[in-house]
């Protein structure tokens, strides 16, 4: 997919003037139960029409997409690949989320993950997160897991955050590339990689030693407990270790998404 372009927004008026072929211009503010996987913002749209462009079934743009240069290069681009697009009011894009940016496409493919291959791999990075219940910081920790290479993140199937709008929109093109397992137990998952050599290291203030002590090697699991309760004892006991994140204040704590980059930052330059 080509870069921004350097022209200045094209200015069109009146009615559908100046849309291609595959646009349909309709007007509808409800919300539209879809089948296939919702990705918002540019960010996170662009990313997947370059990543996997044969995905996208339809693109939807805010009614005045041409008065934006990043949607018109959206446009652009779809018409190009035959993409159809569809212009909608704001209320639309804000049913699926606040902050959308006025383009909104769906993806019948999403990132797929064998947790059972990974043990084929030397080294291996997974992130398992028990109970996080805030869509930004799922999106906040897919975005790091992207730009540091993690194989997979896990969660649970129930009381747990989704793979929502929002997360996506988050993400800024992560969703893309780190597939997001739902599992019924985290307990069960790690104790069947354990048997592939895995070693889970879960991430608590009341570790005894930092993160920065531990040596990394193979492949590692890092687990990360809910943004107000932790880590729930079962998944804690799983783990083989617990580390622990330096700070100035014992009785604050990171941002659970703050958290997780820091920690995977540790595991990942000693993986490297």
């Not at 569809?86 to 639309?92: C, N």
Request: hydrophobic share 40%; glycine share 6%; proline share 4%.
């Amino acid at each position: 997919m080509r870069g921004r372009s350097s022209r200045p927004p094209k200015k069109r008026s009146g009615g559908s003037q100046g849309r291609g072929k595959n646009d349909r211009s309709k007007d509808r503010s409800s919300h539209e139960e879809f089948s296939d996987r919702v990705i918002v913002g540019t960010h996170a749209v662009n990313e997947a029409l370059k990543v996997r462009p044969r995905s996208i079934i339809k693109v939807f743009l805010r009614n005045d997409w041409d008065a934006s240069e990043d949607l018109v290069d959206v446009h652009d681009f779809c018409q190009s690949k035959g993409i159809t697009i569809e212009t909608r009011k704001p209320g639309f894009f804000e049913a699926y989320t606040s902050v959308h940016q006025g383009v909104l496409a769906l993806s019948n493919e999403t990132p797929q993950v064998n947790l059972s291959r990974l043990a084929e791999q030397d080294t291996a990075l997974v992130v398992f997160l028990d109970g996080l219940t805030d869509p930004h910081n799922l999106g906040a920790i897919m975005r790091t897991a992207w730009l540091l290479n993690v194989d997979a993140i896990v969660v649970p199937s129930h009381r747990s955050v989704a793979v929502t709008p929002t997360a996506v929109k988050v993400a800024c093109g992560g969703a893309e590339h780190v597939p997001v397992l739902e599992v019924s137990s985290l307990q069960q998952e790690m104790d069947d990689l354990k048997q592939s050599g895995f070693w889970f290291y879960g991430l608590s203030h009341r570790a005894e030693k930092v993160i920065s002590d531990f040596e990394f090697t193979g492949r590692v699991g890092l687990v990360i407990g809910s943004e107000d309760k932790g880590m729930r004892t079962p998944v804690e006991r799983a783990c083989d270790e617990l580390v622990r994140l330096p700070q100035a204040a014992a009785d604050a704590s990171y941002n659970a998404s703050v958290a997780t980059a820091m920690a995977l930052y540790e595991v990942r330059k000693q993986l490297t």
